[in-house]
Nanobody
Framework: QVQLVESGGGSVQPGGSLRLSCAVS????????MSWHRQTPGEERELVAT????????NYADSVKGRFTISRDNAKNTMYLQMNDLKREDTAVYYC??????????WGRGTQVTVSS
């Protein structure tokens, strides 16, 4: 069935960079939007960035604006999140999400990003 798989997480020092990937498989319909979310223990899942529409319109949470860049490669069925100048508060499990309609909500299992000294 439809599967979203995140990769690229890891441990970095403050100021470092990571590039997350979300590979989509098993889906042949229309994906209206995709997004990255993150969650830390005891906290609500937070929307980080979205990309939608034919033109790839992007939006970012204020906390990551100017540091993170969301993008997609339709030919590879993959979405990316380039994260630069990482801060300790960016530490979280990052999840990939795809929206294809009222009943089309797909989540990945997440990838851990840890920013520490």
């Amino acid at each position: 069935q439809v599967q979203l798989v995140e990769s690229g997480g890891g441990s970095v020092q403050p100021g470092g960079s990571l590039r997350l990937s979300c590979a989509v498989s098993g889906f042949t319909g229309t994906i209206y939007a995709m997004s990255w979310h993150r969650q830390t223990p005891g906290e609500e899942r937070e929307l980080v960035a979205t990309i939608a529409g034919a033109g790839g319109t992007t939006n970012y949470a204020d906390s990551v604006k100017g540091r993170f860049t969301i993008s997609r490669d339709n030919a590879k069925n993959t979405m990316y999140l380039q994260m630069n100048d990482l801060k300790r508060e960016d530490t979280a499990v990052y999840y990939c999400y795809a929206f294809s309609g009222r009943t089309g909500n797909y989540w990945g299992r997440g990838t851990q990003v840890t920013v520490s000294s």
